[in-house]
């Protein structure tokens, strides 16, 4: 990390040990040179290589560069080096814990690999061959301890299940946790069957090849306004890639808010039009129908591609002409909630679906999407991030691409837990409007919303102040949102209607009333809705009294002060899971899973299968996928 202390031989001697090779310039995974105070790192399954600027023994600074130009990409403060994959065996957030952004504290369950649960309860010097080294001891039941050396510290990982129940420690020496290992790999080996026989169900069905980009597609993504991160560069070659190929795309886009999914989206949506195919947008809220329609039809200005959306912000005259040139394929692009699934709704020639957010959607819709699912690439957008453990764990299985580098000059939202106090409200409204910039100030009940709103007014007199709510009619709702966009209004006094996607670069400052009465992730959803500019951006939330607060109210603020930086979205789902559950996220029968033997572990097992499954079938028919 930058202003760490380093033994520069130790580290030369590690990366060595990890199975990189020393060169004169690095070009390649796996590679690190070292000339004077400048020490370069192409680290496993990262997008380009870094950069370490010393200072004899301390770092100075950290960048990804391009190792053609030179040039610096982007800019970290800490990073984790994982060992090099040197042959076919995996180095499998046995060799690794995967789950890196866990500490283990003192009191914490733990899973040791060969010897179950147990608690970690502190690491101890022992004299071993006439030389002092650490150890690992952790209490099983019955109180019989293991101390684990420290060269075995990889065998260790937190305990972590989603569940609120305490940990059950396993006995020492019995065989009780054998057996449930094996028992859980067993079940593995059918998950990772199924995976894989959904994956080769799709490769065989017959899908539509898309051309290769054209002189139009560089020239569209040249508008894009904002230097785009290695992992939207990434992200879009794996969409295209797939797009191109005959097989139906099925692609996962996972990533932080505002870290530019929708670009990536755009892109697609773009490429499928060059090739005379429509594209359906299916998005969970008529406000971001709204903001997805103005952004599109922005950005596609100068290129003959016509944009319609179909939400009740539409009349339904206007509608009924949406459905209809929908149908005779005059519209190349329709944006739309639920109500694009309705049965009137069909397609000329449908060649790519793009879904924000399915997990918001109804089992009705998501039987509909199923349909679609055979008719055209699909291309799934989550703002809900997994944990970087189960990305990993699942990637030999799902088409799935995470973005989880910030955009350039992006700054971390600074968040403040208050009580309510108008001083601090007011002062944070004045400062915002001093730089020319716009408020959001929720408040999640529609019956006094208007008092809230009046309060705001009396405090910032000089702006101009609108209220929005999903309970206004369409035409009026879609006219404020219109305006808070261009800037006409300065505080818009909202309900929860503005948590997915909606992008205000220049609201900046977010207020949220009685903020223990959310979820986790939405409150992260929330204040996603800011800090969208190279400025800083501040999020309030206001709460109750200390005492008044349930301790799982308690637990979320706690997370959200803690984890305010930026991707914490990968930490704050993680946190989310371990206070409320891990809910639908993989099934209520891998939920026991998880609890028996704890998350990491049951993610490096699901890994371990799908690998040695594929190894499998290839040995027996060779790789086509259609085998699985």
């Keep these: 990390m930058v202003g760490q202390k380093v033994n520069i031989d130790q580290v030369l001697q590690t990366l060595v040990a990890f199975g990189y090779t020393r060169a004169t310039k690095v070009f390649r995974e796996g590679e690190f040179a070292l000339r004077g105070g400048v020490l370069d790192i192409y680290p496993a399954n990262f997008e380009v290589p870094l950069r370490l600027d010393l200072d004899d023994d301390t770092v100075l600074a950290i960048h990804g560069f391009d190792p053609i130009s030179a040039e610096n990409i982007d800019e970290h403060s800490i990073v984790l080096v994982l060992p090099f994959k040197t042959s076919s065996k995996s180095v499998f957030s046995s060799d690794v814990p995967l789950n890196n952004f866990v500490d283990i504290q003192q009191g914490d369950y733990v899973v040791h690999n060969h010897h179950g649960i147990g608690r970690f309860i502190g690491i101890k010097e022992f004299d071993v061959n006439t030389s002092n080294k650490e150890h690992l001891i952790i209490e099983y039941k019955d109180g019989d301890k293991l101390f684990v050396p420290k060269h075995d510290i990889h065998l260790v990982q937190k ?59 560089k020239e569209f993504e040249n508008t894009f306004p904002y230097k785009e991160t290695p992992d939207q560069a990434k992200s879009t070659m794996e969409t295209k890639s797939d797009m191109e190929s005959a097989r139906p795309m099925d692609r996962l886009i996972c990533g932080d808010v505002g870290y530019g999914k929708t670009e990536v989206a755009m892109r697609a949506a773009f490429k499928a039009v060059m090739d005379h195919k429509q594209v359906a947008i299916l998005v969970p809220t008529t406000i971001l129908a709204e903001q997805h329609y103005y952004n599109f039809s922005k950005r596609l200005e100068g290129f003959p591609v016509k944009v319609g959306m179909l939400s009740r912000f539409r009349t339904k005259l206007e509608q009924k002409m949406i459905v209809k040139e929908t149908s005779e394929g005059k519209v190349d692009i329709v944006i739309g909630t639920h109500r694009l699934l309705s049965k009137d709704v069909a397609f000329k020639d449908l060649g790519l679906v793009i879904i924000d957010e399915e997990q918001r959607f109804g089992v009705k819709s998501k039987e509909k999407l199923k349909h679609f699912r055979l008719l055209a690439d699909v291309m799934t957008l989550t703002a809900t991030p997994i944990p970087r453990t189960l990305y990993m764990a699942l990637s030999g299985a799902r088409d799935m691409s995470v973005i989880s580098t910030p955009p350039t000059n992006r700054l971390a939202v600074k968040t403040q837990i208050i009580g309510y106090d108008e001083e601090i409200i007011q002062e944070a409204i004045k400062r915002e409007l001093a730089r020319h910039g716009q408020v959001f100030f929720l408040h999640n009940r529609v019956d006094n919303i208007d008092t809230i709103a009046n309060n705001i007014k009396k405090l910032a007199p000089q702006a101009r102040v609108a209220v929005g709510h999903g309970q206004m009619s369409g035409r009026l709702l879609e006219e404020i949102m219109l305006k808070f966009l261009k800037h006409e209004i300065d505080i818009l006094v909202c309900t929860t209607i503005i948590e997915s996607g909606i992008d205000v670069p220049m609201a900046n400052t977010l207020i949220v009333n009685r903020a223990d009465k959310f979820g986790l992730a939405d409150l992260h959803q929330l204040r996603g809705r800011v800090g969208r500019l190279d400025i800083q951006a501040y999020a309030y939330f206001i709460v109750q009294k200390r005492e008044l607060q349930s301790e799982i109210s308690r637990q979320r603020l706690r997370a959200l002060e803690k984890h305010s930086d930026l991707g914490a979205g990968f930490h704050i789902a993680f946190e989310d899971l371990q206070i409320r559950g891990a809910g639908n996220l993989l099934g209520a029968q891998q939920h026991g899973f998880i609890t028996s033997i704890g998350f990491d572990l049951y993610c490096r097992l699901l890994k371990e299968s799908i690998e040695h499954l594929k190894k499998e079938v290839e040995t027996k028919h060779g790789p086509h996928p259609a085998k699985y």
């Design 159 to 217: 305990y972590v299940s989603f569940t609120k129940r305490p940990a059950r420690l396993h006995k020492l020496g019995s065989k009780e946790w054998l057996a449930t290992r094996r028992a859980v790999e067993k079940k593995l080996r059918l998950l990772a069957a199924e995976l894989l026989r959904t994956q080769a169900l799709r490769a065989q069905l017959a899908g539509f090849s898309f051309s290769k980009d054209n002189e139009w597609q």
